[in-house]
């Protein structure tokens, strides 16, 4: 079987180098021609995964049309502000190809998610298409440390099979229904994490990285429910697990571009100097658009987009949040179900 990976950074190629471990043929598609020669002929990707050994059953190319020849199934791990650019590749897939999307954030200037833009753009592929996301760095996958992750999907069918693509003894796979909330605690814990980092960046302590998470953790369930997912699906994997790993890494590029925009740096030479997608910067903008849209409370994100628009230092910003008027903790969420249910077979 033969799986097509489009997008050769940290997380694409982490995500075909499970796919080889597994037994699948796998080919990752890289703009860069150092990356190809890299992967290649010494079977690293020192660019993105620096150290890591990547199996040998992993091949690289340029030519996107030659990684997608008869490939059954595809993994798209490009930023997502590349999300578009691959419509045209993914118009021309054979409609038996199973589609997995391991984007952590929104296509803009829509705000919308990968999965609900893809069935957009693309006609049918909701049949075929799930998402895989968790508590995930790929420094630590590709060097197989046990990690869990949910893939997602319309389909108990689709979810099953991407399971069973991925599932090994150090890549542990769950499947969920929830695509809206697997698809938005990706996305929306990028946010939160800015302001874990912006927070160390300061010098201050574990009772404010925390109170950021709870309450973060608090946004992103009521911004999710709004837009249709349960509740519950910000209590996994996909929610409280990618929050917590991506608030206290030294693996994260979110937290890290946090804590040199508290250093005094200017949002584009923070961009500059991480050199990766920070994807939380325009998932906060594209949030507080949507938080807007749906007449959802989003102070912490608030806050860091004024931060990030250079509005506000980032110390007036903590002052913001702690001088808001008092609140109960526990908000009513919303009368939305519990569960999920597949819609599809």
């Known amino acids: 079987m033969k799986a097509c990976v489009l997008g050769a950074g940290s997380w694409g190629t ?29 079977h690293r990707n020192e660019r993105y995964l620096p150290g890591a050994a990547l199996p040998t059953g992993l091949r690289a190319v340029r030519d996107a049309e030659e990684a997608l020849a008869g490939c059954h199934l595809l993994v798209v791990a ?24 391991a984007v952590k954030g929104f296509v803009r200037p829509d705000n919308l998610r990968v999965s609900a833009w893809l069935e957009r753009e693309v006609c049918g592929i909701e049949r075929r298409l799930a998402v895989i996301s968790g508590p995930s760095h790929a420094e630590e996958v590709v060097r197989q440390m046990p990690t869990t992750v949910v893939a ?54 574990d009772n404010t990285r925390a109170a950021l998470m709870t309450r973060g953790l608090a946004e992103i369930t009521r911004l999710g429910v709004a837009l249709g997912a349960s509740p519950l699906t910000f209590s996994g994997l996909a929610g409280i697990g990618d929050l917590i790993v991506t608030c206290t ?16 740096l200017p949002l584009p030479e923070v961009l500059d100097t991480i050199g990766m997608a920070v994807e939380g910067v325009n998932a906060t ?16 994100t608030h806050a860091i987009a004024r931060v990030l ?35 599809l077979p």
């Open 78 to 101: 490009v930023p997502s502000a590349a999300v578009a650019a691959t419509l045209p590749l993914l118009r021309k897939l054979d409609d038996r190809v199973l589609v997995v999307h």
């Open 14 to 42: 982490a995500l075909g180098a499970v796919l080889a471990w597994n037994g699948w043929d796998v080919t990752i598609w890289a703009r860069r021609a150092e990356v190809v020669e890299d992967v290649n002929a010494h």
């Open 285 to 300: 903008f594209a949030a507080k658009q949507l938080a807007e849209a749906c007449g959802v409370e989003m102070p912490i």
């Open 249 to 264: 890494s030294e693996h994260s590029r979110n937290h890290r571009a946090g804590r040199l925009l508290a250093k005094g």
């Open 152 to 205: 997602a999907s319309a389909s108990r069918h689709v979810a099953e099979r991407v399971q069973d693509a991925f599932m090994t003894d150090r890549f542990r796979v769950y499947t969920q229904a929830d695509v809206i909330g697997v698809e938005l605690g990706g996305a929306l814990k990028n946010i939160i994490a800015l302001g874990a980092g912006l927070a160390e960046g300061l010098g201050l302590g």
């Open 309 to 343: 628009m250079g509005e506000i230092s980032p110390s007036e910003g903590i002052e913001l949040l702690m001088t808001r008027d008092k609140n109960h903790e526990m908000e009513v969420i919303g009368a939305q179900p519990l569960t999920a249910e597949f819609r």
